[in-house]
């Protein structure tokens, strides 16, 4: 294959350097790193060209294929020979029409992409099974890795883990006790990680895990590093594919550190330069209000986000202050005419609670997405016919906790006006006769 992809500056220092290199920064700047494809040789196929192979290989079981994100291998990690390749099969995850719930909303074409239908139940492992690929290939090549580390809300750091375990590689991981659910906790646990949950939040654990990178003692696996985004720049590219290759009008993404935003419009962009779409959709950055960086930066017209601290959020895994991707993310905005809203503990637990009375199962930052989406149809922003697709972060099983609290109505500040508590009764017919009777008359 003659298609190459290097490491460059984000923001266009000279020099490149191989994708099996651990290097995370640039070395003039400082800045972030990105990952440059050889356009021009990628160009020699048509945009038809290059659907109709990917549409042959989708869910196509000849390995690595069937993967969403090796399917598209040559867009992605061109240079991974087959036999480095660490999958599960992630991606290819269902686009489905929201049918119920966007009637409620007056809304006639709303989809929700559900990422969380995956190996470890997050949209993390489109990524990580690009950075573990990478990474055995350049230790089968003779780079010395004393472990791949993370610093996580918990779902990067379930992908890690299971990618790692099943690659062989030694695997650390950075978690702010008490933030994460149990799920989240319990999956590193089972693949054999070394956990390490420190008493901070996430931005304290990525700051300790940068430096651990630094200084040689881990390679990192955090978004920071631009292989993550590679593999995750594939779900706007699998949703355009999913409708037949045609754009969506809006896209609604719940963010934290910003990798996701920054993936979402990498793909796009590769779809518009090499003739797949002419047009992108209008990206919607989705914060919670406890965490929201972003959202304050855009709503003052800032450019530069600025730290914050961020506050508990129910949507734990967007829990981020100090966005690493930051800068990427406002590129993404600024090219996609996108916007930044927030939403509120309560809204984000009524969104999840009246969604999943429409036969979804929430996740909370699934949650902050369809928040969101209500505010922006309701304030005209959002038209009734748009063609809008909110995507689904994670799994909502991974987050019992958070549902169970809800309809027990035991979130500290939180009225949980759609709560579905179980009716207890005495093996007695009459009195479930008289439930039955009580709940459907
Ligand atoms: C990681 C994560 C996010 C946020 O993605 P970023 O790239 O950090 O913005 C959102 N939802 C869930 C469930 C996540 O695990
Ligand atoms: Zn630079």
Redesign the pocket.
Known sequence: MAYRATFRCFQGCDGSWPVTQPIYTCPTCGGLLEVVHDLAALAERTGPQWTKLFDERYKLNKWPYGSGVWGKREWVMPEIPDDDIVSMYEGSTNLFWAERYGQELGLSDLWVKL??NSHSG???DLGMTVLVSVVRSAVRRGLQVKAVACA?????SAALAAYGAAAGLPIVVLLPRGKISTAQLVQPLAHGALVLGLDTDFDGCMAIVKRLAQENIVYLAN?MNPLRIEG?KTVGIEVVQQFEWEVPDWII???????????LYAGFKMMRELGVISRFPRLV?AQAENANPLYRAWQAGKREVEPIVAKQTQ?T??Q?GN???APR?VRALEAMNGLVEQASEQELADAAARADRTGMYT????A?GLAVLEKLVSNGTIGSRDRTVCIS??NGL?FTEFKVAYHESAIAGVTSNLKNPPVLLPPDFGQVVDAIGKRFD
Request: proline letters at 8%; glycine letters at 10%; a positive charge.
């Open positions: 990422c969380g997050s949209f993390k996580s809300t918990g779902d990067t978004s995750q993404l719940p963010s934290g550190n910003l990798g996701n935003a920054s993936a950055v949507a895994a967007i981020i966005p690493v991707s993310a996740c909370p930052h699934t902050v972060t994670a991974k």
